[in-house]
């Protein structure tokens, strides 16, 4: 099995590409598997992720733990999460900052939280019991928004910085959520990654979004923008090279396009790099 670096730069994995990936492997330092896609599941997923693991690192990067909700944590979901870790020894492990569930009636959607002090106390109890159950950190991941709580008594980058402080975890940060977010909400983006702690942030997304006139929304859906490998140029020189992982879903590209996109914001790293030579 090949180590990931901090430089590493990779792509989520697609059941669309899933052949191709059997018949020739993937050309890419690490890839990001969909924790919910391969639990309690035998047959070609799994064929297709003991594939990537022999040749790259993983990541494991979930949408169900709804970390934020008032639902009490699901142990099944554990156990079976636990059971993915020590079969495939995942570089990092993450979910989302939010909730997803409301009286155990899953959206299976990435809603925000207020950002209180209540709330903060709540979800950092919560990731500690996730973190217990696992015997590891796990990342949060910021998500984009289209709106915000009146009631909110703190910035979404304080309340995030706060957690993971407080519960001992490091941070998935997504740079396409950022821009999105201070693009709906009218803020600097930089001031938001100015606030994050840097020994925090272990990992970094990068994808599309789409504007729809009255707000822009990450739909994963098209290539990286421009605007946000800017944005990512400049979390490059902030935070140092941090494993990257490209998010594609919708009108989903071929394999060689989505290693090309990996490829592309690699260069984007190395000028960064280069111009804080």
Known sequence: MSQATPSSH???????????????GVRADLCEALTENFMGRGG???AVLERVRREVPITLHGVSLSIGSLDALSESYLRELTTLCQRFEPLLVSDHLCFGSVDQ???YDLWP?????E???????????????LGRQICLENVSSYLEFRYSTLTEWDFLAAVAEAADCLLLLDVNNVYVSAKNHDFDPKRYLDALPRERVAQLHLAGHRDCGTHLLDDHGSEVPDEVLELYRYVRRRYGPRPTLLEWD???????????????ARAVEQEAIHDLD
């Not at 939280?113 to 002090?117: I, K």
């Open 250 to 264: 919708d009108n989903l590209p071929t394999l060689e396009r989505l290693e090309s996109e990996c490829a592309r």
């Open 105 to 107: 009636h899953r959206a």
């Open 113 to 117: 939280l207020p950002y209180t002090e």
């Open 10 to 24: 990779g792509f989520g994995l697609r059941a669309e590409h899933y052949g191709e990936i059997l018949r020739r």
């Open 119 to 133: 709330a903060l106390g709540h979800v950092v109890g919560r990731v500690r019991k996730v973190q217990d159950a």
């Open 44 to 46: 070609r997923p799994l």
